[in-house]
């Protein structure tokens, strides 16, 4: 039996994704994404409570055509796999039971060398940069903006008892130390990072114990 209230779960979508990206070697899906929130769900920190809403921040994947600044290549954001992925992705957690899904944006900066090219050539494995060394260099912008604005709410209205919120960016203490000031519970999952950012740990009043191998499906 439920005997300690409301926990609202606020998944930073990006953070979560490019962890299970890594384990899983492939696009996360819809199923991955729920596996996540059970774990979280029949955590000892949570099992007390009972689930109020599950919050979903992403941004929609960046649409149009941009113009490769080396070979002059047209790059179509729309026509990419990633695209499809997490157009779905988006698409069939929306429709999930107590999920919300809070968008922010994505903008394109110019171009970068990519991670592995940057690799290759400090490591002297090449000596030129090749066109396909060149990535689009995208930002997301206003998802923090978004968790922080619904912790705050959840914390002033007591909507929850407590709150998870799973997340490796620091930039939501603020909104954790507001949500914990107003009697909220406050725990941080790190999605599989057993160090974690160590000011997010400073406020939060428990850290739900996972490991790198304790992501993805079982």
């Known amino acids: ?20 990206k890594r ?7 819809h199923a991955d994404i729920l596996a996540e929130v059970e774990r979280i769900k029949s955590s000892q920190q949570c099992e007390p409570f009972s689930t109020y809403r599950v919050y979903y921040y992403t941004a929609d994947p960046i649409t149009g055509q941009k113009h490769h600044p080396l070979d002059g290549s047209v790059l179509d954001f729309s026509n990419t796999d990633v695209f499809r992925a997490n157009q779905a992705l988006i ?56 968790i922080g604005l619904d912790i705050a709410s959840l914390a002033l209205t007591r909507i929850v ?39 997010l740990r400073a406020h939060a009043d428990g850290v739900l114990k996972r490991d790198a191998e304790n992501v993805g499906p079982s």
């Open 23 to 29: 384990v899983l070697r492939r696009e996360p899906a």
């Open 161 to 199: 008892e407590a709150i998870v919120v799973v997340t490796g960016d620091a930039d939501l203490v603020p909104a954790m130390k507001l949500a914990r000031r107003e009697g909220l519970q406050v725990f941080l999952d790190t999605v599989g990072h057993t160090a974690g950012r160590r000011e």
């Open 91 to 146: 698409s069939a957690l929306e429709l999930s039971p107590q999920f919300a899904v809070r968008r922010g944006t994505l903008l394109h900066h110019g171009w970068q060398i990519g991670r592995k090219a940057t690799t290759e050539l400090q490591r002297g494995r090449k000596s030129t940069i090749e066109a396909r060394d060149i990535i689009p260099r995208i930002e997301q912008k206003g998802v923090d903006m978004r």
């Open 1 to 20: 039996m439920h005997h300690g209230g409301r926990v609202a779960v606020l998944l930073d979508g990006e953070s979560l994704r490019k962890v299970l």
